[in-house]
């Protein structure tokens, strides 16, 4: 290899100040093919309470080029849009690595306009705060900021940081305290230093060479095994890494086995009386020392009574469409307190699963609400309420989900809703076997891959085996008529669809088969007793 053409690659430590500096100017771009923003909003406020503890929070990657290339683009349709272009009079770097790190350091501390666009992230997301009472980072989901809640976009910004602290002042009881815990995290903020590595010349096929490098999953420890290898390893003590991997083996028999570690232990610690949170799980050891073997026992039974639950009373087939990991964990948390919940319970939690599916009352839960939602399981189990307190389930549903995202938990509703159906076989009118529709996303077939703009529309996905040699359209349009009606009516597939399948319109396919997919849903939200904000003919609402 010519030694001229080696990349130089160079490790410095910057202010958070300064990156955010390089972004505005635009000397810092993306690639002209950005990959989609695809982190969770706990994922963003794990981020700032990482930088908050001074921990480190990974070395992205910049290429320096010296021969110039395509700049970058804005970033558009399943991506974040951004303003991020390259400045011409300048020469800008791109972001090879650390994308999501960057964005949102940009988005939620630096961004005057509107908020971020993405299908992926809704504009909330972007508005981070952190509440000065509590001492953790936030969102304010449904658009209600107390007054503790300082907002991240303030630090940098003396103008917006004084205003912050002038409406604390003028409006709390006593402001002192909290305006000097905001000026030390904006001082943590502004002193934070993070590693950026350059690299300098070098061709594109080594840029992606290093980018594939980077992209090679390695090995990690979970939680559990951090707190198996440094507490619990006595000859006397189970092995919580290994009891974990036992329960989730046994799991495999109601398809909840891929269910995450991270669920298992912080249902453990909901029955411990500990809350357990992606950057606050270390107080488990500490709480169950000395009793590990009984909370294990207690956790055992209420795992399974809350996967049976799921499964044969709620109607969810497996881990992969289960909305939200928590209300797994909240499950666990009643089961432990009530084996044998009453009829009025069982309604209850069936409407408190899907009022908290589609609303997303769990989208932006953090520590101190988690804490709540678990006391409010509780009492609840323990009949010392009849109705939840604190877990909203009067919020209005969220609209139908236009676009298909797998993570998305409004589109497992969606998934849920569409498996309810039971899908027919469409060659022999048979049921199909709906744990393997539900546990093999490979089932989730595009009919009209090429569609333009609607190929990633929901109602463009069927569930149906995939068959090697033959398309889903195919399928649907030799369906033997004797058997087609019911087989298109389990697919929530109209006539009128049907004729626009056959034909080979996608467009007027897809929008047809979408509203018949609203219409079902609708149904089935009125039936629930749900508040919502499709229109609403006159009905009977379900017992709530």
């Not at 908020?115 to 980072?137: C, G, Q, R």
Request: hydrophobic letters at 40%; aromatic letters at 10%; charged letters at 20%.
């Amino acid at each position: 290899m010519n030694e001229r053409m080696i990349p130089m690659i160079k490790t410095e430590s910057v202010f958070i100040e300064n990156i955010l500096d390089e972004l505005g100017r635009g000397s810092l771009v993306f690639p002209p093919t950005p990959r989609p923003f695809v982190w969770q909003p706990v994922d963003m406020l794990a981020l700032f309470t990482s930088i908050i503890k001074g921990h480190p929070i990974g070395t992205p990657l910049l290429w320096e080029k010296t021969q110039d290339h395509p700049g970058s683009k804005v970033i558009t349709s399943r991506d974040v849009t951004t303003s991020f272009k390259p400045n011409s009079s300048t020469a800008h770097a791109y972001i090879l690595d650390g994308q999501q790190r960057l964005l949102t350091l940009w988005g939620c501390l630096a961004h005057d306009d509107a908020p971020l666009l993405s299908a992926n992230a809704e504009p909330w997301w972007w508005d981070v705060f952190f509440d000065l009472k509590n001492k953790i980072f936030v969102h304010a989901r449904n658009g209600r900021v107390p007054i503790t809640y300082f907002p991240v976009r303030a630090l940098l910004k003396t103008v917006d940081f004084l205003d912050a602290s002038r409406t604390i002042q003028n409006e709390y009881d006593d402001p002192k305290s909290l305006i000097k815990e905001a000026e030390l995290l904006a001082q943590r903020i502004r002193s934070y230093r993070l590693p950026i590595n350059r690299m300098k010349g070098g061709t594109l096929s080594q840029a992606v060479e290093i980018c594939a490098l980077l992209d090679k999953p390695g090995s990690s420890y979970a939680p559990d095994q951090i707190i198996s290898a440094f507490k619990f390893n006595g000859p006397n003590n189970p092995n919580l890494s290994h009891w974990i991997d036992q329960r989730l083996a046994a799991l495999e028999n109601e398809n909840f086995g891929t269910i995450s570690r991270m669920a298992i232990l912080q249902s453990i610690g909901a029955i411990a009386g500990v809350v357990i949170h992606k950057t606050m799980w270390t107080g488990l050891p500490k709480t169950i020392d000395d009793q590990l073997i009984k909370t294990l026992d207690k956790a055992e039974k209420a795992l399974f009574a809350a996967t049976d639950f799921l499964v044969n009373t709620v109607g969810v087939p497996g881990a992969p469409l289960l909305p939200y990991m928590q209300q797994f964990t909240l499950l666990c948390a009643f089961f432990d307190k009530c084996a044998k919940p009453n009829s009025t319970q069982k309604e209850r939690l069936i409407h408190w699963f899907w009022a908290t599916s589609y609303s997303g009352w769990f989208e932006d839960v953090n520590p101190v609400s988690m804490k709540h939602a678990i006391r409010d399981m509780v009492q609840f189990a323990l009949g010392e309420s009849e109705h939840f307190t604190f877990m909203n389930t009067q919020e209005s549903t969220r609209p139908f989900p236009h676009l298909f995202d797998p993570r998305s938990a409004r589109v497992k509703v969606l998934l849920l809703r569409q498996i309810a159906c039971k899908p027919l076989e469409p060659n022999t009118g048979q049921p199909l076997d709906l744990i393997n529709l539900a546990n093999n996303t490979n089932n989730w077939l595009s009919l009209f891959p090429l569609a333009d703009n609607l190929a990633f529309h929901t109602a463009n996905r069927i569930l149906i085996p995939r068959k090697l040699g033959e398309s889903p359209v195919s399928l649907l349009r030799n369906i033997p008529h004797h058997i087609r009606t019911k087989v298109l009516k389990s697919h929530s597939i109209s006539e009128k669809a049907y004729e626009h399948l056959v034909a080979g319109d996608d467009e007027a396919f897809i929008e047809a088969r979408g509203k018949t997919l609203k219409k079902k849903e609708l149904h089935f939200i009125m039936s629930q007793g749900l508040k919502t904000t499709y229109p609403t003919p006159g009905h009977k609402k379900a017992p709530a």
